[in-house]
Nanobody, 124 residues
Framework: QVQLVESGGGLVQAGGSLRLSCAAS????????MGWFRQAPGKERKFVVA????????YYADSVKGRFTISRDNAKNTVYLQMNSLKPEDTAVYYC?????????????????WGQGTQVTVSS
């Protein structure tokens, strides 16, 4: 089992920035691809960004390219999501997810472990 805990969400004005963190515990972090998904009220959970175990491969949803950056510190078992130039349409609950094996820019079903989510609200 891998436990994931997100932090760093909050309320920010449009154009602002936030950095989300996802701390992993339990089984070794080694070998896990990590992703961030988001879910707005009344909508499906959608892929945002993912990073491979060693950090050499990343995938971004078109809607966040150039604004969001994913990174990871394996020594700290932590993944980060730096979000810049935030827009009201970025408002959602953001979830961290882990997948043993190759990272994929896929659907939630392709990820094995999930955090509880952190709310991000961007005001206009």
């Amino acid at each position: 089992q891998v436990q994931l805990v997100e932090s760093g969400g909050g309320l920010v004005q449009a154009g602002g920035s936030l950095r989300l963190s996802c701390a992993a515990s339990g089984r070794t972090f080694s070998g896990y691809g990590m992703g961030w998904f988001r879910q707005a009220p009344g909508k499906e959970r959608k892929f945002v960004v993912a990073i491979s175990w060693r950090g050499g491969i990343t995938y971004y949803a078109d809607s966040v390219k150039g604004r969001f950056t994913i990174s990871r510190d394996n020594a700290k078992n932590t993944v980060y999501l730096q979000m810049n130039s935030l827009k009201p349409e970025d408002t959602a609950v953001y979830y961290c997810a882990a997948r043993l094996g190759p990272v994929v820019p896929g659907t939630p079903d392709e990820y094995d472990y999930w955090g509880q989510g952190t709310q991000v609200t961007v005001s206009s």
